[in-house]
């Protein structure tokens, strides 16, 4: 079946601009994650939301990261004012168990 | 919060030597610790999971062991081959299902 999908693949902005990015987790999961991958660093936990629950926000990293999950499916990180240190892969995963099923990422890229 | 440290950072063996890769954390509260793997330029996996209740899990070539006295896990994989070439992330959370806490990996270069 399908798995989890990520939009868009690469993404260059300028700083200062906002951008948004997109999860479609794998169909019948109530639990979507995402995190950040750093050139060289490990994944580091951003937000993760489990079905109508209020979401776990305590890894984004300021208050210019915000997410949302609508239906309880589709994810959108959005970011403002993206800085220079906002590069990164960021990923997303989603599970209906204890795995956690990755998408391929979009990577970030701010000039 | 939780704070998962994972050594080392790079580890080269021999085709057919055994690799050991070990993790730390600080909660005490965690009960569930995940291995993944990640190959160049693609996602992560999941390669093998470990609960509290137990001590350790084998699955083929790969195993875990988990010392909650002393808070650390270790992976093993016996018999290393050319494609057990990557990076493998060690993780904890309080619960399966739950937000994990990474280390920041280990890569793994295994030659023939």
């Known amino acids: 079946g399908a798995g989890v999908s990520q939009s868009p693949s690469n993404k260059v902005t300028e700083k200062g601009k906002d951008v948004e990015l997109r999860c479609d987790p794998i169909s019948g999961h109530t639990a979507l994650y995402w995190y950040r991958q750093s050139l060289g660093q490990g994944l580091e936990f951003l937000i993760y939301?489990?079905?109508?629950?209020?979401?776990?926000k305590s890894g984004l990293p300021s208050d210019r990261f915000s997410a949302e999950r609508t239906g309880g499916s589709v994810s959108t990180l959005t970011i403002q004012r993206t800085q220079q240190e906002d590069s990164a892969v960021y990923l997303c995963?989603?599970?209906?168990?204890?795995?956690?099923?990755f998408g391929p990422g979009t990577r970030l890229t701010v000039t | 919060g939780e704070n998962v440290e994972q050594h080392p950072s790079t580890l080269s063996v021999q085709e057919g030597d055994s690799a050991v890769i070990k993790c730390t954390y600080s909660?005490?509260?965690?009960?569930?610790f995940p291995w993944y793997k990640q190959e160049l330029g693609k996602r992560p996996q999941l390669i093998i999971d470990i609960r509290s209740n137990v001590g350790e899990k084998k699955d083929q070539r790969i195993a875990v062991t988990l010392n909650k006295t002393a808070k650390h896990f270790s992976l093993h994989i016996t018999e290393t081959q050319p494609e057990d070439s990557a990076v493998y992330f060690c993780?904890?959370?309080?619960?399966?299902?739950?937000?994990?806490?990474f280390g920041k990996g280990t890569t793994l270069s295994v030659s023939s």
């Open positions: 909660d005490s509260a965690s009960n569930y």
């Open positions: 995963a989603s599970s209906g168990g204890p795995e956690q099923y």
């Open positions: 939301f489990q079905g109508n629950s209020a979401p776990d």
């Open positions: 993780a904890a959370s309080k619960q399966a299902g739950t937000a994990l806490i």
